[in-house]
């Protein structure tokens, strides 16, 4: 249960619902406010899709690419680590938001629930390495389920806040966004400090 509720703080955080859901409020201005659910209700399914697949054949990938658990939770710890920073400091890269480029090509996109909102805004860099950590800690078939559990509880939450995108942007504004990413971004912080640790431990002493 303690592993599944850090996995939910971690994955949580790394997809950040009310980040997320100011920002895709930015990228539908002008949108009727039925588009805007329809967009938002198909951009979560993708991403929850997108989710379950690494999260149910990443063992199977990492096999085929012969990279061991342990090299990968280091290296999934250090992009967290990474994006933490981003999240501390507000700043905005590929990691866990859209580029300027794909800024432009969104504002030109009648429907942006795939792109850029499945992808990269839900299911980034960030999210499908958490979910494959995530899969790494799972020995059986219950055990597999509840982290299941745990990707569709934060996927239902982040449609919550984008059906309530547009209520949040006026209500936080850029600047109350970048509060609660900061908060969050100070856990994940340690977190992914965590998941190197372990890694190290399980390359060099187990």
Not at 98 to 112: L, R, S
Not at 177 to 196: D, E, P
């Amino acid at each position: 249960m303690a592993e599944a509720l850090n996995a939910f703080v971690v994955l949580f955080i790394v997809v950040d619902p009310v980040g997320v859901a100011w920002m895709f409020a930015t990228i539908t201005v002008g949108y009727e406010l039925i588009q805007q659910r329809r967009m938002a209700i198909m951009g979560v399914s993708f991403a929850l899709i997108f989710m379950f697949l690494f999260f149910f054949l990443g063992d199977t990938i990492l096999r085929w690419m012969g990279i061991s658990l342990a090299a990968f939770r280091i290296a999934g710890g250090i992009l967290l680590f990474l994006l933490a920073l981003e999240m501390v400091f507000a700043r905005q890269s590929g990691l866990r938001s859209t580029t300027i480029g794909e800024q432009h090509e969104a504002e030109h996109k009648q429907d942006v629930s795939v792109f850029p909102l499945a992808f990269p805004l839900l299911a980034g860099p960030g999210a499908l390495a958490t979910v494959m950590l995530m899969a790494g800690k799972t020995d059986s078939f219950s055990e597999r389920m509840i982290f299941s559990g745990v990707i569709f509880s934060v996927c239902a939450i982040t449609l919550v806040a984008l059906l309530m995108a547009r209520t949040l942007s006026v209500r936080l504004g850029e600047i109350g966004a970048n509060v609660i990413s900061r908060l969050l971004g100070l856990i994940l912080t340690a977190l992914a400090v965590q998941y190197v640790i372990d890694g190290i431990k399980q390359s060099f002493f187990v």
